[in-house]
């Protein structure tokens, strides 16, 4: 059974920087690639970003490119979301999750484990 703990969420004035952390458990960490969604109250849950398994690779949903930035230490089995130049639409818990596969995901389906979640409130 793999855990997942985000931490690093809170509340920043718009403009702000956060830095979210994801530590795994399990001895196969960098054989997956890791990804974080977002679901804001009232919304459904959507992709922001996912890295390879190797962390070579790296792919943001739109509204985030430019101010995102995925990375992972696989030493550690932890993934980053360092998020600057936050905006109040942002504000959402954030989740990250293990795909099923090395190579990048953007699907829900394509997760099968998944953190509890950490709030992030982005105050205008």
């Known amino acids: 059974q793999v855990q997942l703990v985000e931490s690093g969420g809170g509340l920043v004035q718009a403009g702000g920087s956060l830095r979210l952390s994801c530590a795994a458990s399990g001895r196969t960490f960098a054989s997956y690639a890791m990804g974080w969604f977002r679901q804001a109250p009232g919304k459904e849950r959507e992709f922001v970003a996912t890295?390879?398994?190797?962390?070579?690779?790296?792919y943001y949903v739109d509204s985030v490119k430019g101010r995102f930035t995925i990375s992972r230490d696989n030493a550690k089995n932890t993934v980053f979301l360092q998020m600057n130049s936050l905006k109040p639409e942002d504000t959402a818990v954030y989740y990250c999750a293990r795909s099923q596969g090395q190579t990048f995901a953007t699907q829900i389906y394509e997760y099968d484990y998944w953190g509890q979640g950490t709030q992030v409130t982005v105050s205008s």
């Open positions: 890295i390879t398994g190797s962390g070579g690779y790296a």
